[in-house]
């Protein structure tokens, strides 16, 4: 129809490329057929919400949330959502929608010399996937013990019980001391006092390697044949969870002493808004917990319609994972709340574990103590174990997606084995972790494996996108997927405010570097120093590529130099492809402008086409 064809003139459809309408040129997309694409919608939506939402909303959250003010931390989380966080989230969705490619190949379309943001993304992923999945298998372990008609870590009265174990449930006038462990403690899965710290992590435990094995199994089958089967298996893992937290929720809230957990866990202190600290907590669990910068947002949206409402759907996402972290605070501080009116304690004594031992020994025991303390407790490694699957499911699709569409002669029909060889590897990769010793190894990889690695790649890629590839051509590219460009606020935020809420992160991490600890024991320098080599393996590939494109490039270094800083300038300033094709353009500018034209694949140079 006429009308239909006017509107979507006006509108830039890549269907009909350029038009006398826009202010600037609209690229045309070109799709391929072979490309896989999500079955419905809600598969999407779904996979986007199980990477987001993570083992670290119900752990990582709830005690940065007290320990940083309470209630009045809310304020700068919510804040560092809004201009940090979910600008971040919207690039990423837009950016993966657009040029339809992972996070390797995207960057021949962006700007080359970043490609090794790229290999760094993959390599941190894959570092990723050597912990991540022990935890899951942690909770896979626990899964399995729950099948008893009394929980094992209930009572002190097992052959492994020492002396200072204390069962505080059920009896009165009972002391509790420094040296007091409770069940759950001594009968850690960790089982981590039979290891002397990272010196002597021990053997690996063979129904740990059982459990990681199952996980891996369903990693595999899960992921094989791309979106089609992936999406299919978030509808459980990724909604299953919401359901457990809800029967958590109305269960910790009919426990004695609830309401002292949820008053500690919300009461504000305003004075620690003065707190610089409180400002970097704030800023770090929003990036950590949406997932900006891990390519994953890239890989899942690459296989998108290219309409699809990405604006619409990063607002929903980010939503529901800021919501959900909070619910889960609840769901932690009502039992928390429950413990101490048990061991007559604050609730501050009670809740000084943070990381995996508050999902591990504390939230157990209080689990077990509880009326149907079996099925409770099924329940819970049950939503453990599908919030870590669907993070595990995007972080590896993030690695196959980036080098199926880097080398798709290599893997393009192989797809199946490349998943094969890559849970292979991420097995191997994790058998340190399942030692004694393993949950040493698990904080190591954790703070240095990813930690400021991660953080530096999202620095430069919202540099690379906003400043080099040009904040006009990166806003008209949104306007040819959804028909309007973002407004002004979204620019400021990708140019200005969300590169410097990463840098302000950076900065902080290096000017009060905190001392490594787990449990009682302290990492030593020796280790320390290898974790710092454990994070620059990961980060070094982004130097390296560049080097690497510099000496490529033909002519002097001063040459090489300048025509990057044009490439730069015309990104920026002359936003018109045409415009751009009748500059006179050296041999060297034309290595930097191999981006082509934004059409969604590599163009001959300039000179070539002319």
């Known amino acids: 129809m006429p009308g239909q064809e006017s509107t979507a003139a006006a509108h830039g459809s890549p269907k009909l490329g350029y038009t006398n309408t826009n202010s600037a040129p609209v690229p045309v997309m070109t799709q391929t057929d072979s490309r896989d694409k999500w079955s419905k919608k809600m598969d999407f939506l779904l996979s986007v919400i199980g990477f987001a939402v993570d083992l670290g909303n119900v752990w990582r959250f709830p005690y940065i949330c007290y320990q940083n003010g309470g209630g009045a931390f809310l304020i700068p989380y919510i804040l560092m959502a809004i201009f940090g966080g979910v600008p971040l989230f919207y690039m990423e969705l837009a950016l993966g929608q657009f040029h339809r490619t992972g996070a390797i190949s995207i960057w021949k379309h962006i700007c080359p010399i970043f490609k090794g943001i790229g290999y760094s993304i993959c390599i941190i992923a894959l570092y990723v996937s050597f912990y991540y999945n022990t935890i899951i298998a942690w909770a896979l372990f626990y899964f399995y013990s729950s099948f008893s008609t009394t929980l094992p870590w209930t009572n002190c009265d097992n052959a492994w019980n020492t002396p200072d174990c204390t069962n505080y449930f059920g009896r009165d006038n009972v002391t509790w001391t420094n040296s007091s462990k409770s069940p759950a403690e001594e009968r850690n899965v960790l089982e981590i006092h039979r290891a002397d710290g990272l010196r002597d992590v021990g053997g690996v435990r063979w129904q740990l390697m059982l459990c990681l094995f199952l996980i891996f199994t369903i990693v595999y089958f899960s992921l094989w044949k791309g979106v089609k089967t992936s999406g299919k298996v978030v509808w459980v893992t990724a909604t299953l969870p919401y359901v457990v937290l809800l029967i958590l929720l109305v269960r910790g809230a009919t426990l004695p002493g609830a309401w002292r957990g949820v008053v500690f866990y919300l009461k504000p202190q305003w004075s620690k808004l003065l707190e610089t600290s409180v400002w970097v907590d704030a800023a770090a669990q929003i990036f950590f917990s949406l997932g900006p910068g891990f390519g994953v947002l890239l890989a899942l949206s690459s296989y998108n319609p290219f309409t699809n409402n990405c604006y619409r759907d990063a607002?929903?996402?980010?939503?529901?994972?800021?919501?959900?972290?909070?619910?889960?605070?609840?769901?932690?501080?009502?039992?928390?709340?429950?413990?101490?009116?048990?061991?007559?304690?604050?609730?501050?004594?009670?809740?000084?574990?943070?990381?995996?031992?508050?999902?591990?020994?504390?939230?157990?025991?209080?689990?077990?103590?509880?009326?149907?303390?079996?099925?409770?407790?099924?329940?819970?490694?049950?939503?453990?174990?599908?919030?870590?699957?669907?993070?595990?499911?995007?972080?590896?699709?993030?690695?196959?997606?980036?080098?199926?569409?880097?080398?798709?002669?290599?893997?393009?029909?192989?797809?199946?084995l490349f998943v094969l060889l890559l849970v292979i590897v991420c097995f191997l990769g994790s058998l340190s972790t399942l030692t004694h010793g393993g949950a040493y190894v698990v904080k190591l990889l954790e703070e240095f494996g990813v930690g400021s690695s991660i953080i530096a790649v999202g620095f430069l890629e919202a540099i690379a996108v906003s400043w080099f590839y040009g904040i006009n051509r990166f806003s008209n590219d949104i306007k040819s997927m959804l028909g309007s460009a973002p407004g002004m606020f979204w620019k400021v935020c990708w140019v200005v405010i969300s590169p410097a809420f990463l840098a302000y992160i950076i900065v902080s991490s290096l000017v009060r570097p905190q001392p490594l600890t787990l449990f009682e024991y302290k990492y030593q320098d020796w280790s320390i120093m290898v974790g710092y080599m454990v994070g620059l393996s990961s980060f070094m590939w982004i130097p390296i590529y560049m080097v690497y494109k510099l000496v490529w490039t033909p002519g002097s270094l001063k040459q090489v130099c300048r025509s990057m800083l044009d490439y730069w300038r015309i990104n920026n300033d002359l936003q018109s492809i045409d415009f751009i094709r009748q500059q006179p353009t050296t041999n060297y500018q034309a290595h930097w402008l191999e981006v082509g034209d934004g059409r969604g694949s590599v163009q001959e140079p300039l000179e070539t086409r002319r």
């Open 315 to 416: 607002i929903v996402t980010s939503l529901v994972n800021c919501l959900t972290s909070l619910v889960s605070g609840f769901v932690i501080f009502t039992v928390l709340g429950h413990m101490a009116e048990m061991r007559n304690m604050e609730v501050a004594d009670v809740a000084r574990d943070k990381g995996p031992s508050l999902l591990f020994i504390t939230y157990p025991e209080a689990i077990a103590n509880m009326r149907g303390s079996t099925f409770f407790a099924i329940i819970f490694f049950v939503m453990m174990i599908t919030l870590g699957l669907d993070s595990t499911f995007g972080g590896l699709e993030a690695i196959i997606t980036a080098v199926l569409d880097e080398y798709p002669d290599t893997f393009a029909h192989r797809r199946e």
